[in-house]
């Protein structure tokens, strides 16, 4: 399966999609995530406090709309983050 992450990037201070290394969800705490470079180089989460989470599924495989709380440079902003799990073919 391959995961991808559509996120906001503090760093970069923009929009990014990169390879999803790791997902864990705690019901109504946090929703956090590791995005990942290709080859991995740095390994760092990012949190969402206070999350609302979708799921879609297809014979595709299934994507994961997440919006909440996150932190930028401007203090705790609203954000909505997409993670896609496709099946390898």
Known sequence: MKCTVEYYDIDSDKMIEKKCFRIDYESNVDFSFCPVDEPPIIFKDVTIKSPTIKMVHSIY???????????????????????????EE
């Not at 709380?69 to 799990?85: E, P, S």
């Open 61 to 87: 495989g299934f994507k994961m709309i997440v919006e909440g709380w996150q932190w930028t440079k401007n203090g705790y902003w609203q954000t909505k983050t997409i993670i896609k799990i496709q099946n």
